[in-house]
């Protein structure tokens, strides 16, 4: 009996959506590998949580994405505009699909303010890990 290949989610920018702020992509050669062969959920946390494509680049201020989510950290975008909620929404929203799905691992991207793990925990990652799924960075 043939096992089931797991399914993941993963950064749509990683896949080579036009997700990102500035409306480009990251398409990532090692991702795709990683992907191939299994079923795979692109998905853009900024986007679902209601955030346009184009947008104002954003960052971090204050913290990371675990101290965003406990409200002593907020996401700032490059006008000064506050958009914590923009971002928890969407972080949320990824969860929600990872529980549906019964996904266990989400391949994220790199030095993002939503998907970033090493240079800095965004938003998403962190609620993802806070929730025992597994996170891998790329690009």
Not at 5 to 15: G, K
Not at 31 to 41: A, D, H, S, T
């Amino acid at each position: 009996m043939k096992a089931t290949p797991e399914q993941y989610l993963v950064s749509a920018c990683l896949t080579g959506l036009c997700t990102r702020y500035d409306g480009g992509c990251k398409p990532d050669r090692q991702c795709m590998q990683k992907l191939k062969g299994n079923p795979w959920i692109p998905l853009c946390p900024e986007q679902l949580g209601g955030l346009a494509t184009p947008r104002p680049p954003a960052a971090l201020v204050g913290g990371n994405g675990h101290d965003v989510l406990a409200g002593r950290a907020a996401v700032v975008d490059k006008n000064g505009c506050d958009v914590s909620a923009q971002f928890i929404r969407g972080a949320r929203q990824v969860l929600a699909v990872a529980r549906a799905q019964h996904i266990t691992t989400a391949l994220l991207k790199a030095r993002s303010p939503s998907c970033g793990l090493n240079t800095i925990v965004g938003v998403t990652a962190a609620l993802l890990l806070e929730n025992s799924i597994t996170c891998k960075e790329f690009g």
